[in-house]
Nanobody
């Protein structure tokens, strides 16, 4: 079984910064892609950023230049550095990890961490 746990959310003023962390644990061989997604009230979950095991990154247009995704393969962790936060960044942020297991690679989601940006 695989567990994914996010941390680092909170309340921040517009223009401020937050750093989210994602930790994957359990029984798996390795983690391929890791990613951050978010869901605002009344909206669908959307991609924020992804990173491959080799470090190739992909960002949503809305966060390019403000957010940076990174990972530490030795610790099975991913991070999301969020700078110049805007009110519209308010959402629950979810981490996803594609973990290689005995029966194939499966995506595991965390429970989410709330990020609230105030004016």
């Amino acid at each position: 079984q695989v567990q994914v746990v996010e941390s680092g959310g909170g309340l921040v003023q517009a223009g401020g910064s937050l750093r989210l962390s994602c930790a994957a644990s359990g029984r798996f061989f390795s983690i391929a892609e890791m990613g951050w997604y978010r869901q605002a009230p009344g909206k669908q979950r959307e991609l924020v950023a992804t990173i491959s095991r080799g470090g190739r990154t992909n960002y949503a247009d809305a966060v390019k230049g403000r957010f940076t995704i990174s990972r530490d393969n030795s610790k099975n962790m991913a991070y999301l550095q969020m700078n110049s936060l805007k009110i519209e960044d308010t959402a629950v942020y979810y981490c996803a990890a594609d973990c290689g297991q005995t029966d194939g690679t499966r995506r595991t989601w965390g429970q989410g961490t709330q990020v609230t940006v105030s004016s």
